[in-house]
C-alpha cells in the first residue's frame, strides 16, 4: 500500500498542474489593424453581376455621377477588386469636387476609402493624403483620424500620430482607446 501512495501522490500533483495550465485566463491583447476587414473578398458575392449592371446602366446614362462610381467602387471592394474600385473612387473624387454644394461628409468617406485601398497596395503616403483630406472636408467624422493615426504610427511619426489619436479620443472614445497591432504586407509591426 505504501508504495501506491508513493506514486500516486507525484502523479496526481503533477495532473493538477497540467491542469492548471488549461485554466483560461482572461489576457488583454492589442487588435488586428485591417483596414479592409468590411471589404474581404467572399466567394459568391450576392448577385454581383446584376448589381454591378445596375451601376454600369446608372453610370452609362449619366457619367458624372458620383454617388453611383462610389456605390460601384464599394462593390468591387467586396469581391476583392481593388483596383477598379481605387479608379472608381478617383473618378467620384473628381466628379465631387468640381460640383458646388456636394455633400462634404459623403466626400470624405470617398477618400477615406481610396485611402483605405493605397494602404493596401502599400501606398502609404498617398493613403495619408487622402485621410488628411477626409479630414479636411468632414473633421468631426473620426474615421479620417483613426487610419492617419495608424498611418503615422507606422510611419514613425509618433507625434503626428498621437495628435490624431487625441483628436480622436474626443470624437469617439471607444475606438481610440484601444490597442492596434499593424499587420503589413504580411509582418506584424
Same mark, same amino acid.
Given at each position: 500500500?505504501?508504495?501506491? /501512495?508513493?506514486?500516486?501522490?507525484? =502523479?496526481? +500533483?503533477? %495532473? %493538477?498542474?497540467?491542469?492548471?495550465?488549461?485554466?483560461? +485566463?482572461?489576457?488583454? #491583447?492589442?487588435?488586428?489593424?485591417?483596414?479592409?476587414?468590411? @471589404?474581404?473578398?467572399?466567394? =459568391? +458575392?450576392? $448577385?454581383?453581376?446584376?448589381?454591378?449592371?445596375? !451601376?454600369?446602366?446608372?453610370?452609362?446614362? $449619366?457619367?458624372?455621377?458620383?454617388?453611383?462610381? @462610389?456605390?460601384?467602387?464599394?462593390?468591387?471592394?467586396? +469581391?476583392? &477588386?481593388?483596383? /477598379?474600385?481605387?479608379?472608381? %473612387?478617383?473618378?467620384?473624387?473628381?466628379?465631387?469636387? &468640381? #460640383? /458646388?454644394?456636394?455633400?462634404?461628409?459623403?466626400?470624405?468617406?470617398?477618400?477615406?476609402?481610396?485611402?483605405?485601398? &493605397?494602404?493596401?497596395?502599400? #501606398?502609404?503616403?498617398?493613403?495619408?493624403? $487622402?485621410? /488628411? &483630406?477626409?479630414?479636411?472636408?468632414?473633421? #468631426?467624422?473620426?474615421? =479620417?483620424? !483613426?487610419?492617419?493615426?495608424?498611418?503615422?504610427? !507606422?510611419? =514613425?511619426?509618433?507625434?503626428?500620430?498621437?495628435? $490624431?489619436?487625441?483628436?480622436?479620443?474626443?470624437?469617439?472614445?471607444?475606438? !481610440?482607446?484601444?490597442?492596434?497591432?499593424?499587420?503589413?504586407?504580411?509582418?506584424?509591426?
Amino acid at each position: 500500500m505504501l508504495n501506491l /501512495s508513493t506514486r500516486l501522490v507525484p =502523479g496526481c +500533483v503533477l %495532473l %493538477l498542474i497540467c491542469l492548471s495550465a488549461c485554466i483560461p +485566463v482572461p489576457m488583454t #491583447k492589442p487588435e488586428l489593424y485591417r483596414p479592409l476587414a468590411d @471589404f474581404t473578398p467572399q466567394d =459568391g +458575392v450576392y $448577385d454581383f453581376e446584376t448589381q454591378q449592371a445596375k !451601376f454600369n446602366v446608372a453610370i452609362d446614362d $449619366d457619367p458624372n455621377d458620383a454617388d453611383a462610381r @462610389f456605390a460601384r467602387a464599394l462593390l468591387y471592394m467586396g +469581391v476583392g &477588386r481593388y483596383s /477598379s474600385a481605387e479608379q472608381d %473612387l478617383t473618378a467620384a473624387i473628381k466628379i465631387a469636387e &468640381r #460640383k /458646388s454644394g456636394y455633400d462634404r461628409e459623403r466626400l470624405a468617406a470617398i477618400y477615406v476609402h481610396r485611402g483605405l485601398i &493605397r494602404w493596401h497596395d502599400e #501606398k502609404v503616403e498617398l493613403a495619408i493624403d $487622402d485621410y /488628411s &483630406r477626409a479630414i479636411e472636408l468632414a473633421p #468631426k467624422n473620426w474615421e =479620417g483620424y !483613426f487610419h492617419r493615426w495608424l498611418a503615422y504610427h !507606422f510611419q =514613425g511619426e509618433e507625434e503626428k500620430a498621437e495628435e $490624431d489619436r487625441e483628436r480622436g479620443l474626443k470624437l469617439e472614445p471607444e475606438v !481610440f482607446n484601444r490597442e492596434y497591432v499593424l499587420r503589413y504586407d504580411g509582418i506584424v509591426l
